[in-house]
């Protein structure tokens, strides 16, 4: 049966929209069993979820089992749970510092993506609060308990460990990029070895030698903050990606690049910051910033190590025996929490690299 | 006569086994246009990129403005201040616009604040009839255009030499003038050392001191424009005259 009626300018609303709907979702036999196929997923999963989530769920209880009595989703479990999740171990009442200190954070980092500040006052911002943070979180002055960082958890936990380990192994992974593509042999080698070993091992096993080997190698008496020992795993870990995408995006750049710079009389230095790199790594963008997104979700592993993140906070809430066997609940609602930033770091890279695209046509 | 800007003594140099250059012996007096022509694969593109040290020579040396060029990364950074050079495909920097493009340079290697820097940038452009495009990108600019950017651009550094580099093979062939004539006003006008490798034979009468011609690595020939055209004295360059003078 062939279809020859077309849309013309000539036709009211409705006939357009029925053609273009045809067009679309009826255009051929496969297309369309395609589309039955579709609505009747969407159909099966949309009321079921609907439905568990809304109709039947509590939102209010006063304990499990009441909230198992509707059957659908027990969202009181997080009403009750939340400042668990969220907080950790930290002292009940002093939880408003915590949630200064991370709102504090959000701030400075939606302020980072201005770019009229993008020069000196980027970083006096950051200095200021992350000065601030410090003391909210620690305490111990201006008339603040002290807390020391083995009781901070859940989600400010999460936010520094993510925000620590982009924000240092980007530009060190810049340098490896930068080092592997050296002509130096000595330079060359330290790089290509670094890249390859931290490539070749999970996370995992990096946050383990982190926490376990580091205290043997340092001197009797220094022991570095588990914390930080996360920390460096992370950076090391991420560092060697990144630096394996930007060498791909200074692969991208054409020679002739290089010589304009070159002819120019640039050193080395002043080639790659004003001309190479800005080129390289706009072409990197996505990439990178999936790397980013990635290690991100990746603070979860801390798991492993007995930091308590936002993911072990979670879980423990769950061992609780008065609420038992709400694990769907607790997953669901930090997974809006992972996605709410993951989705914002994504969107934020879209913006970017508009921007930046001016006048260039790709 | 004036001390040599530019002395190449027994200059040879190698890709691997092939050898690119033999034996390249010239002289460049300040503000001497030279042309330098010749088939595909003759080495002349090498020649002049050795000059600024886009490309190494195995041996031989070369004195430009006084400095030896070697491996010294200092002598090559003081040697390129004062060599500029316009490619085939132009190398301007698509991130930058073109006012950006032509202030590089001087703000970062010369050192000038940027308000003196625009200024000059801006005088340039107007040198090469196209100062309304200084706020656009690269990208924006039809390739006569850009070309005469990058040529402004070499000019904003103040290089005592001009290096051009078949400026004009990858042009339309109506955007070959446009770039020829500033060429040829900066010839006239400010009396620049140029040493520009072309095919455009017009504009070597026009305007060039001396047409070297290069095969196979060689200066087989060289001589001022009319000798060299009327009066080619080597069968190689006898051939390569009745093949391009068509």
Not at chain 1, 289 to 313: E, R
Request: glycine content about 6%; proline content about 4%; overall charge neutral.
């Amino acid at each position: 049966m062939q279809n020859t009626i077309h849309s013309t300018p000539n036709m009211g609303l409705d006939a357009k929209i029925i053609i273009g709907l045809r067009d679309r979702f009826f255009s051929s036999i496969g297309n369309s069993i395609l589309t039955v196929l579709s609505v009747w997923l969407l159909l099966m999963a949309i009321p079921a979820l609907f439905d568990w989530g809304f109709t039947r769920a509590s939102f209010y209880a006063n304990n499990a089992q009441e909230c198992r009595a509707a059957g659908g989703a027990c969202w009181a479990f997080i009403g009750e749970k939340y400042r668990f999740i969220l907080f950790g171990t930290y002292p009940f009442e002093q939880q408003w510092r915590p949630l200064v200190a991370m709102l504090l954070f959000v701030a400075m980092l939606i302020l980072s993506t201005w770019r009229r500040l993008w020069n000196i006052s980027l970083l006096a911002l950051w200095t200021v609060g992350l000065a601030t943070a410090a003391i909210l979180m620690w305490g111990g002055i201006f008339g603040l308990t002290y807390v020391e960082n083995s009781n901070w958890g859940g989600l400010p936990v999460t936010l520094l460990l993510a925000t620590f380990a982009i924000a240092l192994s980007f530009p060190i992974g810049v340098v490896l990029a930068l080092g592997r593509r050296s002509k130096m042999p000595a330079i060359k080698s330290i790089c290509v070895v670094y890249i390859e070993l931290i490539r070749g091992v999970p996370l995992i096993s990096l946050l383990f030698m982190a926490s376990l080997m580091l205290p043997l190698f340092l001197p009797e008496g220094l022991t570095i903050d588990k914390l930080l020992r996360a920390l460096i795993a992370m950076v090391l870990f991420a560092a060697a990606y990144v630096a394996e995408t930007v060498r791909g995006g200074l692969q991208a750049i054409p020679k002739g690049q290089f010589e304009g710079a070159e002819s120019l009389g640039l050193s080395y230095w002043q080639q790659m910051r004003l001309i190479i790199l800005p080129q390289a790594l706009k072409i990197v963008i996505p990439p990178l910033v999936g790397i980013f997104i990635s290690m991100f979700k990746d603070t979860s592993l801390v798991v492993i190590i007995g930091i308590f993140d936002l993911t072990l906070a979670a879980k423990s809430a769950l061992a609780d025996a008065n609420w038992q066997g709400f694990g769907v609940e607790a997953y669901v609602f930090i997974s809006l929490i992972y996605f709410t930033f993951c989705f914002s770091m994504s969107r934020y890279s879209q913006a970017l690299e508009r921007r930046l695209s001016v006048g260039q046509k790709r | 006569m004036a001390e040599a800007i530019i002395q190449m003594r027994d200059v040879n140099k190698w890709y691997g086994k092939f050898h690119v250059l033999r034996n390249i012996n010239l002289e460049v007096a300040p503000k001497e246009r030279i042309v330098v022509c010749g088939p595909s694969g003759s080495g002349k593109s090498t020649l002049i990129r050795c000059l600024n040290r886009l490309e190494e020579h195995q041996q031989g040396s070369i004195i430009v403005d006084g400095t030896e060029l070697t491996n010294d990364v200092k002598h090559v950074e003081a040697i390129r201040r004062e060599v500029g050079m316009v490619f085939q495909h132009f190398n301007l920097f698509p991130h930058l616009t073109v006012l950006e493009n032509l202030t590089l340079g001087p703000i970062w290697v010369l050192k000038k604040p940027k308000v003196e820097a625009e200024k000059e940038a801006m005088s340039y452009l107007e040198r090469v009839r196209i100062p309304e495009q200084a706020n656009k990108f690269p990208g924006q600019l039809s390739g006569g255009q850009q070309q005469r950017v990058a040529i402004a651009r070499s000019l904003c550094m103040n290089p005592k030499v001009m290096l051009f580099d078949e400026p004009t093979s990858a042009l339309d062939p109506e955007m070959v003038k446009e770039v020829l004539d500033v060429m040829v006003e900066l010839a006239v006008d400010t009396g620049m050392t140029m040493i520009c490798v072309t095919h455009e034979m017009g504009f070597a009468r026009k305007v060039a001191d001396r047409v070297i011609f290069m095969d196979q690595g060689e200066i087989i020939e060289e001589n001022t424009p009319d000798a060299f055209f009327d009066n080619p004295q080597n069968e190689r360059t006898k051939l390569f005259l009745s093949q391009i003078l068509h």
